[in-house]
């Protein structure tokens, strides 16, 4: 169901067409937000799990500190430290600290966090195919270019 930002928040005038658009980009990332919670709820994981996840893959086989993944993480606000613990809590990930220092810590993603990483991405590939037939792929870049001209 094609629903227009207007309809969907049921208010019909906006300030400005820049307006119009900020609102519809937050309504839609939080429209993503809660599509993705869904998603990842069956593997028992948030977004910013599958984050670390993808991040620790993409470093293997070095390893990763928490301060080089808060760096890189798309959602920077929550408590990486809580995340990471419950990621070793599930045995996804491998965290060796420093014993002079407890503050360098070394996170690795392990065989079964690669395991579960693969799976959710063939899922998601299936759950993305959906909603790459709503936009043709010149329309994806140029949506693309448009919110990063918007960060510039």
């Given at each position: 169901?094609?629903?227009?930002i207007a309809e969907a928040i049921k208010?019909?005038?906006?300030?400005?067409?820049?307006?119009?658009?900020?609102?519809?980009?937050?309504?839609?990332?939080?429209?993503?937000?809660?599509?993705?919670?869904?998603?990842?709820?069956?593997?028992?994981?948030?977004?910013?799990?599958?984050?670390?996840?993808?991040?620790?893959?993409?470093?293997?086989?070095?390893?990763?500190?928490?301060?080089?993944?808060?760096?890189?993480?798309?959602?920077?606000?929550?408590?990486?430290?809580?995340?990471?613990?419950?990621?070793?809590?599930?045995?996804?990930?491998?965290r060796n600290m420093c014993p002079e220092?407890?503050?360098?810590?070394?996170?690795?993603?392990?065989?079964?966090?690669?395991?579960?990483?693969?799976?959710?991405?063939?899922?998601?590939?299936?759950?993305?195919?959906?909603?790459?037939?709503?936009?043709?792929?010149n329309e994806a870049l140029q949506l693309?270019?448009?919110?990063?001209?918007?960060?510039?």
């Amino acid at each position: 169901q094609n629903m227009k930002i207007a309809e969907a928040i049921k208010q019909q005038k906006f300030e400005s067409n820049i307006n119009m658009a900020l609102v519809n980009i937050y309504y839609t990332s939080n429209w993503l937000r809660d599509h993705q919670k869904g998603f990842f709820s069956k593997f028992n994981l948030k977004p910013q799990h599958y984050n670390v996840l993808r991040i620790l893959k993409g470093r293997q086989p070095e390893a990763a500190s928490p301060g080089e993944i808060k760096d890189v993480m798309l959602d920077k606000s929550p408590d990486l430290t809580r995340l990471i613990d419950k990621l070793v809590e599930q045995g996804l990930v491998d965290r060796n600290m420093c014993p002079e220092n407890r503050r360098n810590v070394d996170v690795y993603i392990n065989k079964d966090g690669v395991t579960l990483l693969n799976l959710i991405n063939k899922e998601m590939e299936e759950m993305n195919a959906v909603w790459a037939s709503k936009l043709t792929d010149n329309e994806a870049l140029q949506l693309s270019d448009l919110l990063d001209k918007l960060r510039d």
